[in-house]
């Protein structure tokens, strides 16, 4: 049987890489903008966004 790891925390994801679904670009979330959204860099282009948090925690960490 497979056991999944747990999503990471709103708070954990400030600093980290992920990509947007499995093979989008990659993004870094550098604030966390209320309970709701972060605040991310895209990485390949410096565009900023606002993006939802429970997205940011379905899209993977990037490789």
């Known amino acids: 049987m497979e056991t999944l790891s747990p999503s ?3 708070a954990d994801l400030v600093g980290s890489y ?5 093979f989008g670009p990659v993004y870094q ?3 966390k ?5 972060v605040h991310v ?3 390949q282009t410096g ?5 939802p948090i429970e ?3 379905q899209d ?3 490789r």
């Not at 992920?18 to 499995?22: I, K, Y």
């Not at 903008?33 to 959204?37: A, D, L, T």
Request: charge should be negative; hydrophobic fraction near 40%.
């Open 29 to 31: 979330i550098t604030s």
């Open 47 to 51: 565009e900023e966004l606002d993006y």
């Open 18 to 22: 992920r990509s947007f679904g499995e």
């Open 8 to 10: 990471p925390a709103p």
């Open 55 to 57: 997205q940011a925690i």
């Open 60 to 62: 993977p960490a990037a």
């Open 41 to 43: 860099v895209v990485v």
């Open 33 to 37: 903008v209320n309970g709701q959204k």
